[in-house]
């Protein structure tokens, strides 16, 4: 079998940047380069001067040398530390981590022994050590701001009442600051407890506090323009905004130098901000997933990439394109007639116009709704995970079921006589709808096939239990491997269920996605890496192509 064409990039597969993917029919190549930082929530810098990075996405910390950019990942996704979103460093040098999820807070010493802190805080997220005290707040409505005691104690809870609260830090004068991320305020009380009290109003979007070296406040805004508001606190309070254009911009850090770190949990990577508004990229961004991908007739791809869609220029172009939808988490996506749909893990479908740069909404309230296509009447037809449906909505928003009572439902295809397969990962098969709602197997005894394409009389999933590309033939059955070792799921496979709880969204449930495009080539989500890649037929020798992702 050939191998993909190498690219500079490391993989969470391989960290010399070689493809993992193998194939003796296809030639493939990735459209942009593998994420080297999977989502990027908290930062801070550590006793060894390195930039601490949270990644809830990944389920892991890493550290980055503010010098070359390396990364090393600290805190393994196979550890004990599920979805940690924030961290800080005690006087002794050990880090606590905030484990949003499951509600934990750690303690990883500098030898790197773990201890839990606490398991009774709900979805934990800011975090910040006063010399060796340890204060953590709550993510939700009516979220409590605690004083926990590593050695053992009971939590000390200063003050309820939080409308989201996320990173903070102490502040010059000796209080506490933080955020309320609904209300756009920010506030402090003193960390022996007392009234809190509001210092800012009208704060756009904020998600984190963070004071440079001269005590001016940072206020970070987790909007899709990256604002970030400068205020004076010690002379007349004035404020200045500094709009990056980083969206999803999540936590800071200053050096000694006072330089500005910042991490966004929309695109990863790490990014210094300079007061002007220029940035650096320190650790390049990428895509968190990708999962669902289609491609319209010009060649434009499109990822559903959870927090935002994405698109891509045609192959040879220089304009990448980042789309930010309402509301976010896509899942699944399709385009048709010069729109795009797409599937929301919130549960929603909607439409959207990229000419106009419009959405509208086209259902609501569906159960895990993942892989989505237009059926031979242009309606709309979802795969419906949680309820073990197929359904169809038409242009009235009309939902109809076509059929139910199948196990885990998650991509649909058509082909040509307008006949409607389904993909179902539990079951680990391929189904063919009939008329009247029942299914017949098309091909079983797959490990678990997700995405799903027809072109033809050859049928194609990605098999993700197994990570690899199957072609089943309409005609006779065979089932035949077209490519091995792909970058699909996780490198290190997670135990925990998909993490929704407290009535949070939290990490994406993971789904390959599959597009055929005008040419015959085939797009494939490989959200084990943040890619998207290129198969063509018959050109076992392709170039990666770069950055076409933005």
């Given at each position: 079998m050939s191998t993909a064409h190498t690219t500079p990039y490391p993989s969470r597969f391989d960290e010399s940047g070689n493809g993992p993917m193998r194939s003796a029919r296809w030639g493939a190549k990735r459209l942009n380069p593998p994420n080297r930082l999977w989502g990027s929530n908290g930062v801070a810098?550590?006793?060894?001067?390195?930039?601490?990075?949270?990644?809830?996405?990944?389920?892991?910390?890493?550290?980055?040398?503010?010098?070359?950019?390396?990364?090393?990942?600290?805190?393994?996704?196979?550890?004990?530390?599920?979805?940690?979103?924030?961290?800080?460093?005690?006087?002794?040098?050990?880090?606590?981590?905030?484990?949003?999820?499951?509600?934990?807070v750690w303690r990883r010493s500098p030898a790197g022994e773990y201890t839990l802190v606490s398991d009774e805080v709900k979805l934990p997220n800011g975090i910040t050590c006063v010399g060796d005290r340890l204060f953590v707040n709550e993510m939700r409505p009516g979220g409590r701001l605690l004083e926990l005691f590593p050695d053992g104690g009971d939590p000390l809870v200063l003050t309820e009442g939080l409308a989201l609260g996320n990173a903070m830090q102490l502040g010059p004068d000796?209080?506490?600051?933080?955020?309320?991320?609904?209300?756009?305020?920010?506030?402090?009380?003193?960390?022996?407890?007392?009234?809190?009290?509001?210092?800012?109003?009208?704060?756009?979007?904020?998600?984190?506090?963070?004071?440079?070296?001269?005590?001016?406040?940072?206020?970070?805004?987790?909007?899709?323009?990256?604002?970030?508001?400068?205020?004076?606190?010690?002379?007349?309070?004035?404020?200045?905004?500094?709009?990056?254009?980083?969206?999803?911009?999540?936590?800071?850090?200053?050096?000694?130098?006072?330089?500005?770190?910042?991490?966004?949990?929309?695109?990863?990577?790490?990014?210094?901000?300079?007061?002007?508004?220029?940035?650096?990229?320190?650790?390049?961004?990428?895509?968190?997933?990708?999962?669902?991908?289609?491609?319209?007739?010009?060649?434009?791809?499109?990822?559903?990439?959870?927090?935002?869609?994405?698109?891509?220029?045609?192959?040879?172009?220089?304009?990448?394109?980042?789309?930010?939808?309402?509301?976010?988490?896509?899942?699944?996506?399709?385009?048709?007639?010069?729109?795009?749909?797409?599937?929301?893990?919130?549960?929603?479908?909607?439409?959207?116009?990229?000419?106009?740069?419009?959405?509208?909404?086209?259902?609501?309230?569906?159960?895990?709704?993942?892989?989505?296509?237009?059926?031979?009447?242009?309606?709309?037809?979802?795969?419906?995970?949680?309820?073990?449906?197929?359904?169809?909505?038409?242009?009235?928003?009309?939902?109809?079921?076509?059929?139910?009572?199948l196990?885990?439902?998650?991509?649909?295809?058509?082909?040509?006589?307008?006949?409607?397969?389904?993909s179902d990962d539990r079951l680990g098969a391929v189904l063919r709808l009939a008329d009247d709602g029942n299914t017949e197997i098309v091909a079983d005894g797959l490990g678990a096939p997700q995405g799903l394409v027809v072109e033809g009389e050859e049928l194609y999933t990605v098999d993700t239990g197994r990570r690899r590309l199957l072609a089943v033939s309409l005609s006779t059955g065979e089932i035949r491997t077209e490519a091995e070792d792909l970058p699909v799921g996780p490198p290190v496979p997670r135990t925990d269920p998909a993490l929704f709880t407290h009535g949070m969204v939290g990490a994406p449930r993971l789904f390959a996605g599959l597009a055929v495009a005008a040419d015959g080539s085939l797009l494939l989500s490989a959200n084990g890496e943040g890619t998207v890649w290129r198969l063509e037929a018959g050109r076992p020798s392709l170039n990666d192509v770069p950055h076409h992702f933005a």
């Open positions: 810098f550590g006793p060894d001067g390195r930039l601490y990075v949270a990644q809830f996405l990944a389920g892991q910390i890493s550290a980055v040398d503010p010098a070359t950019g390396d990364v090393e990942v600290v805190v393994p996704m196979d550890g004990p530390v599920q979805s940690p979103d924030d961290l800080s460093f005690g006087a002794d040098g050990s880090m606590y981590i905030a484990d949003l999820v499951p509600g934990r000796g209080h506490l600051y933080y955020p309320h991320m609904l209300t756009g305020q920010v506030w402090r009380i003193p960390p022996d407890g007392g009234v809190p009290e509001v210092v800012a109003e009208d704060v756009h979007e904020p998600v984190a506090v963070r004071f440079d070296q001269g005590g001016v406040l940072h206020v970070l805004s987790r909007g899709v323009e990256g604002i970030v508001t400068r205020i004076d606190l010690h002379g007349t309070g004035t404020r200045t905004l500094v709009t990056s254009g980083l969206m999803g911009l999540d936590n800071a850090a200053f050096d000694t130098e006072n330089r500005m770190f910042v991490s966004s949990y929309a695109t990863g990577g790490v990014t210094e901000l300079h007061p002007d508004g220029r940035t650096r990229e320190l650790v390049p961004r990428g895509l968190d997933g990708p999962y669902g991908v289609t491609v319209d007739l010009g060649g434009t791809v499109y990822a559903a990439d959870h927090y935002r869609l994405t698109s891509t220029a045609p192959s040879g172009a220089d304009n990448p394109t980042s789309l930010t939808l309402t509301p976010p988490f896509v899942h699944g996506v399709t385009h048709a007639g010069g729109l795009v749909h797409l599937t929301s893990q919130y549960g929603d479908v909607h439409t959207y116009d990229p000419e106009s740069g419009t959405t509208r909404p086209r259902a609501a309230g569906l159960d895990q709704p993942f892989g989505i296509a237009v059926g031979p009447d242009g309606s709309l037809v979802v795969a419906e995970a949680g309820a073990g449906r197929i359904v169809s909505v038409d242009d009235t928003g009309t939902v109809t079921v076509l059929a139910e009572g196990d885990h439902p998650v991509d649909v295809a058509f082909d040509t006589a307008g006949r409607c397969y389904v």
